[in-house]
């Protein structure tokens, strides 16, 4: 199982930048899809993006496509989220994910959270307005 740390979360005000970053050990970073999810307090987890590990092909909840970017560098082993044009709505705890022995990958369905078997702890992002 891979083991995931998100960093770079904070404080900013609407209209600012955040780059999160999930740093990952244990198996090989590189063959995995990985995705970013979100969640808000009394509220399901929702997905953000996600990334393939071969082409690195993205895929984006339709409403943040535009303002956000995931990217990897399978080189470090991380994952990263350039979140731009911050809203106040995007306040929320961040988690990077792991597919699940590739689950989301051979399935193309990205957006199911129960296609990734190793999470992160979260990291804490919140926009002022």
């Known amino acids: 199982q891979v083991q995931l740390v998100e960093s770079g979360g904070g404080l900013v005000q609407g209209g600012g930048s955040l780059r999160l970053s999930c740093a990952t050990s244990?198996?090989?970073?590189?063959?995995?899809?990985m995705a970013w999810f979100r969640q808000t307090p009394g509220k399901e987890r929702e997905f953000v993006a996600a990334i393939t590990w071969n082409r690195g092909n993205t895929y984006y909840a339709d409403s943040l496509k535009g303002r956000f970017t995931i990217s990897r560098d399978n080189a470090k082993d991380t994952l990263y989220l350039q979140m731009d044009s911050l809203k106040p709505e995007d306040t929320a705890v961040y988690y990077c994910a792991a597919d699940r022995d590739g689950r989301a990958f051979y399935s193309g369905v990205y957006y199911r959270e129960t296609n990734f078997g190793s999470w992160g702890q979260g990291t804490q992002v919140t926009v002022s307005s």
């Open positions: 244990g198996r090989t970073f590189s063959r995995y899809a």
